[in-house]
C-alpha cells in the first residue's frame, strides 16, 4: 500500500495531470490519500507534484487516530471502533493494510487532510525530486517520518 500526499498547488497544470489529481483525489495541498500499488503509474505520472511511498501499519494506525474523519467530518473514536469490531486503531490500520477491510467498507473518508510539515520540506525545496534533496517524487519508506512531522 502507498501514500501519495500532494505537495504543490494549481497553477499552470496540464490538464492530463489534473485529471490524473482528481481520479487520485488529491485535489489540495498537503491532502494524503492511500493507494493501491497497481496504481503506481497514475503516481509516477503526477509525481511532479506529488510525493509517495510505502507506508507501514504503524504510521496509518496514527492516521486513523489523529486526522481519520467519517461522514459529516466526524472524528474516529469509540463508536467507529465498536461499530466495526476492533480493539484499536492498531487494529483497524493493520486490517486496512493487510487489504482485509477497506475504508469504503470502514466508512472512513479516503482523503486525509494533514498540516504543512514541521521544520518544511527537505532543503531543495519543493520544485525538484527527493533523489537530489527536493521534497518530489518516490520515497519509499520515508514517506512515513513526512507524515509523522506533517500530522
Known amino acids: 500500500m502507498l501514500a501519495a500526499i500532494r505537495v504543490r498547488g494549481s497553477v499552470n497544470v496540464l490538464p492530463q495531470i ?5 481520479l487520485l483525489r ?4 498537503n491532502h494524503l490519500v492511500l493507494v493501491e500499488d497497481k496504481q503506481r503509474g497514475m503516481l509516477n505520472k503526477v509525481q511532479a507534484y506529488t510525493t509517495f511511498g510505502e507506508i507501514d501499519a504503524e504510521t496509518l494506525a496514527l492516521v486513523f ?3 481519520g474523519r467519517l461522514a459529516g467530518n466526524k472524528k474516529l473514536g469509540k463508536e467507529f471502533l465498536e461499530k466495526n469490531k476492533f480493539k484499536g486503531f492498531d487494529e483497524a490500520a493493520k486490517a486496512v493494510f493487510e487489504g482485509k477491510k477497506k475504508l469504503k467498507e470502514l466508512d472512513v473518508k479516503p482523503v486525509f ?4 510539515p514541521k521544520k518544511g520540506y527537505e532543503r531543495a525545496g519543493i520544485k525538484k525530486g527527493y ?3 527536493g521534497a518530489l517524487g518516490y520515497r519509499a519508506s520515508d514517506i512515513t517520518t513526512l507524515i509523522k512531522r506533517m500530522i
Open 26 to 29: 488529491l485535489d489540495r495541498v
Open 131 to 133: 533523489s537530489v534533496g
Open 113 to 116: 487532510r494533514l498540516s504543512p
Open 65 to 67: 487516530k489523529k486526522r
Open 18 to 22: 489534473k485529471k490524473t489529481l482528481e
